[in-house]
């Protein structure tokens, strides 16, 4: 069963450090050149400067990114820009946004969670990359510190656990901004023992399975181990990780599809494509519509098969799977499986190191590199449900990368974790 607890975070001191709308920034994987750049500008103390540290000059040595952010967490916790929580804490989250015209709120909460290898109680969900993995581990190596959380999901049907963070959120939150997304973000700090203890206890139950930050996982996996040989105790701080949990049945859990995007496949002859496309599938030519109502058609049968839009120059075609499996797979599975290495002879290698097919979280944008001659093909796909997620990860399989797009984002910069003994304290 897994293993949670409290934990006294790293926070920013805002009187020192500026507003905190100033010191956050989204997770480092999803932010470009130019939006590092804007939040470098944004505060001197911007988490940015930690997560995704800039080179210096071109030729540096690569590791000085991280020694710089090892040497400013140490000396923005001697300035007081960063202070420990005077109480081991769970921190609440609330995030309020919209999504095609529908506004939700979800909810979550941060704490530390024992590590375990996969395949017991905590399951990943998607297939990994081993860069990024050395990129953290050397970034944790040189801070000491979880700087933002694992995004994981659990089953609460039963709302135990909602009501609970539900009757924290009743009350003031301890912060509160919108982002630049215009997503609202609240957070409550509960040390009460009685709240604390009710979702300790709660959290024994469940599974828990890893929405965002595999290679962060698999990187406090490793930080583990390269911290073993420093061992004086069972409960040492390396043994846990920060993570953000939140329930996969809550009302404002939002899972969107990443579409895909084919390109730099001139050998393959379209017309070609889609008569071998009709073998195994219906294919219907609907030609150019307004992308809501594609969105709308390939979303009917979606219970019952995998059905996917493909999107070219002269337009839209529907292609839906005639012979689904009971339970039905996955429809990125069925697509990579059977379409996009058996039909387009893309590899995982291939996809690994971005050719031939690449990835688009805007349907729009997907459709718009089409009509600009930069790509030959949109695929816009439907978003996996909880039930689907949750029945596959636990038969222990792993989705193809960019299966799920778990909206919003979590925020970095809110609540760090020092993996020393003045957090578990």
């Not at 801070?143 to 909602?162: C, H, K, M, P, W």
Request: proline share 4%.
């Amino acid at each position: 069963m897994p293993c949670i607890r409290p934990f006294k975070a790293l926070r920013y001191d805002t009187d020192a450090a500026g507003t905190i709308d100033k010191l956050v920034a989204p997770p480092y994987d999803i932010i470009y050149d130019n939006w590092r750049d804007r939040l470098y500008d944004r505060s001197d103390y911007n988490i940015i400067r930690l997560i995704k540290t800039r080179e210096e000059a071109s030729g540096s040595d690569p590791g000085a990114k991280y020694e710089r952010a090892g040497q400013d967490i140490r000396s923005w916790i001697e300035k007081g820009v960063l202070r420990y929580e005077d109480k081991p804490s769970m921190y609440i989250r609330a995030e309020t946004f919209t999504v095609d015209g529908e506004e939700k709120t979800r909810f979550g909460f941060i704490a530390l969670l024992r590590l375990e290898d996969f395949g017991k109680n905590i399951h990943p969900h998607e297939r990994t990359l081993s860069g990024p993995r050395a990129d953290r581990l050397n970034l944790v190596k040189a801070t000491s510190a979880n700087l933002s959380q694992i995004f994981s999901i659990y089953r609460d049907t039963d709302g135990v656990i909602e009501t609970r963070i539900l009757a924290v959120t009743a009350k003031d939150p301890d912060i509160s901004f919108i982002d630049e997304q215009d997503i609202f973000r609240r957070m409550w700090v509960v040390n009460d023992s009685e709240t604390i203890d009710a979702i300790v206890g709660a959290m024994k139950d469940r599974e828990v399975i890893i929405a965002d930050g595999h290679h962060r996982y698999e990187t406090a996996l490793e930080y583990k181990k390269y911290m073993e040989p420093q061992r004086t105790k069972a409960d040492e701080p390396f043994d846990y990780v920060s993570m953000y949990f939140s329930s996969a049945d809550s009302e404002g859990m939002t899972i969107l599809p990443t579409h895909r995007k084919v390109f730099d496949l001139d050998h393959i002859d379209k017309d070609e494509f889609f008569r071998r496309l009709a073998v195994d599938f219906t294919v219907e030519y609907i030609g150019k519509k307004p992308l809501k109502e594609v969105q709308a058609l390939i979303a009917e049968t979606s219970a019952e098969t995998s059905v996917f839009a493909m999107y070219t120059r002269d337009g839209y075609r529907i292609a839906r799977l005639n012979k689904p499996d009971n339970p039905k797979r996955l429809d990125v599975e069925v697509l990579h499986d059977d379409i996009v290495e058996e039909m387009l002879n893309i590899t995982k290698e291939d996809i690994a190191a971005g050719r031939f097919l690449h990835f688009s979280k805007s349907a729009e944008h997907a459709l718009e590199d089409v009509d600009a001659e930069r790509d030959q093909m949109a695929i816009i796909m439907n978003p996996i449900t909880p039930d689907e997620l949750f029945r596959t990860v636990l038969q222990g399989r792993r989705m193809p990368q960019k299966s799920t797009y778990f909206y919003p984002k979590t925020m970095s910069g809110l609540v760090m974790y020092s993996i020393d003994d003045k957090s578990i304290s």
